[in-house]
Each structure stands twice: as C-alpha cells, then as structure tokens.
C-alpha cells in the first residue's frame, strides 16, 4: 500500500485550494497565449456530451480558461485531425494525441473482454468496417451503411456496433467530427509515429496517467487520482511511488474514513515550487468541467455540493436541468441554469451559495452572465427564478 504516511508538509485547505486552482488553469490563466491546443494539453482531457443549453461542454471548457474565443477555433483545435483524439478516459473525452501510447492499457483491456455493450457483431462486420476505412479512407458510421436500425437512438446497427467496438480496441481512431457525427480512420493514417509506434505494459501506462493525473490536479486524494482516468485503488497505490508525486496533508479536507483531517494528500512538485499567483477567472462552467466533474472532490476542496441533474426527472431537479457553477476569486458562488430564446439569454434558475448575497457576489454573476451572453450572440438576460429573491433587483439593475 502506498497511501502517504506521515507526510512532511501539512497545506491548508486554502493553500490547496489555490494549487488546485492553478493546476485547472483557472488562477494566472497560463494558457491564453497557447489557445484551445494548451487548454487541453494541461487539463489532459475534455469530456463529450451532447447537451447543448448554452453551448456543449468542449466548447464551454476552453471558453470558461480563455474567455470569449471564437467557436470555430475551438472546433478547429480538437478535430483539424493532428492534435488530438477520442477515447475513454474520464468518459468519452478529447485527449492530447501524446497520449495516445498511455491508453495502450486500456484498448488491451477492451480487447480481451472482446463483448462490449452487451450486443454481438459478426468477425464479418467488424472485417468488413477495417477493410472499408483502409480502401475508401475516413468515414462517419452513416456513411458506412448507418448508424441505428429502425427503433430508438441507442438502437446501434451491427455497423456501429463494430465500428465503436474497433474503436474501442484501437484498430480505429476518431480525430475530427463531421455535423457533431465521428468520422472513423485507421490510426496508421491518423496517429503520429513518434506516437503509435510506442509500445508501453500496463504498468507503465498506469503510471504515466496517474502522475499526469496529479499535474492536472495539484493536490489529489488517491480517490481524486482514482477518478481522474477511472483506475482502480490497487492500479493507482501499485504506482504511486514511481511517480514523483509528493506525500502531503491537507487540514479540513476530510478523512477517508470521514473523520475530520488533515488528509493525506499528494501534491505535484511544480505546485509545491511557488505560491499559486495571478488573476482569478470569473466565469460559469460546465457541470462536465474537470474541476468540478468529481462530485466529492469538489465537496472537499470547495464546499459546494453540485450534482448533475439533466438526467433526473423534471419534477425531482433541485437547481435545473444544465447547472453551471459560478467560478469567482476561486471560489464557487452560485449557480445558473441557462438557456437561449433567440438573442436572450435566459437564466431559468440562478441561485447563490450563501443566503445573504455580498456585493461581490452580485458583480461576479452579472459579469458570467454578461460575458456568456456576448459570446453565444445574446444581447440580452432575462431572469427567472432567482434564489435568494432578495437578490433579484440587484442583479437585475447589474445586468441592465
């Protein structure tokens, strides 16, 4: 086992906090000048999702480090099909193309169960989709003779099915989308060499995510450096020692047990090197955002409980449908759920954290809901439910 014993360096939840901050790239903002390309080089992965309120959350990563950029660039960054791909990772993400030689592990892994989404594709099929894609190049699963058979959405012809099954074993790769749809190649034609020529055991990729894990976080539980790439307590304790990761305490996060801390922590050595410094973002973020996609991490390291809701039932949601937090001076104020009635941006439910809603507060949400509005082509906002109602005719007057 190698859960930190006695660490030498005790941080507060502050201190942690800020490195966290720093590491998600939302403190000093280090990225601007690099763009979509070195967002996603430092969070390591940008998860998919096709909801699209204010906008889909590839989109909404990058927007919420660099500010109003131009959506054609983000599109650009991670499907112009030379600086990234798609995979499992934290779910279904984009990751930096680097990466690739690192999920070597888990492609064995997928290959080996062989039966995956509990549906059968004939040795036929699958043959038939590799040798289509080698013969007529890149090819959406449209395109290969259709995506579902006549019933619901998930109902995957056999083509899909083999073509996601390829996908997932890594004879096919996905690096751009065409109308949001995958277009599949062979990662021959697609991967760099430098990169798919690399052959890496198990071991070694766990142990490059995992140390990859802890530079995108800052400061991790073990459970944190679990979540980040969806590995196992034993996957993650057999490597930990290989990784250069710093054994650290952290007061006020808890125990693993529950009890009340400091808990053991590991903490990248970069973050350990200088106090985090620089300008704060304020912006609303994705529910699929890393640095809020691990719910109980985001409990401990910011005393915010935020729970995806799109998939509850309407009458059963507490906050709405898409809730995006409010990211302000590093912390997480509020939440909004937004959406668009042709130029108006409309917060359907907006709430602050604290009952008594400081000033501050106020100008951040004004501020996010302004900046979002401009870069999705609303020029206006129009408030719904506003909790606390107190603070309604403040903001409102903030926004006019």
Known sequence: MSTPAAPALTLTADEARRMVLRAQGVLGVPERR???????????????????????????????????LGRAAVEDAYWSGDGAFEYWSHAACVLPVHSWPDFAFRRRHYRNRGHLWGQEVSAEAYKTVLDRL???????????????????????????????????????????????????????????AQYAEVEQDDAACIRNLVAEAGRQLGVATTADLM?????????????????????????GWSTANGSAGPAAAWAHPDELAAPPKGRHRTTLLSPFDSLVWDRPRTARVFGFNHRLEAYTPKDKRVHGYFVMPLLAG??????VDPAREGRTLVARQLSFESP???EKSLDAMATALREAAT?????????????????RAPLAALLA
């Open 375 to 391: 870069w999705v082509g609303c020029d206006s906002v129009r408030l719904e439910r506003v909790t606390p109602e107190a603070a």
């Open 356 to 358: 008594r809603v400081a």
């Open 227 to 251: 979540d980040q790439y969806r590995l196992t307590r034993a996957q993650v304790e057999a490597v930990l020692p290989d990784t250069g990761l710093v054994p650290v305490a952290v007061e």
């Open 134 to 192: 080698r013969a007529e190049g890149p090819m959406t699963a449209t395109d290969l003779g259709g995506a579902k058979n006549k019933g619901e959405w998930w109902d995957w012809s056999e083509t899909k099915v083999a073509v996601e099954r390829a996908l997932s074993f890594g004879d096919v790769v996905c690096v751009r989308r065409r109308s949001w749809k995958r277009v599949y190649d062979l990662p021959e034609r697609t991967i760099p």
């Open 34 to 68: 690099g763009g979509v390309r070195a967002v996603l080089g430092r969070l390591g992965a940008v998860q998919l999702d096709t909801i699209s309120t204010l906008a889909r959350s590839h989109e909404l990563v990058p927007y919420s480090r660099l500010g109003a």
């Open 330 to 335: 590093g912390k997480l104020l509020g939440r």
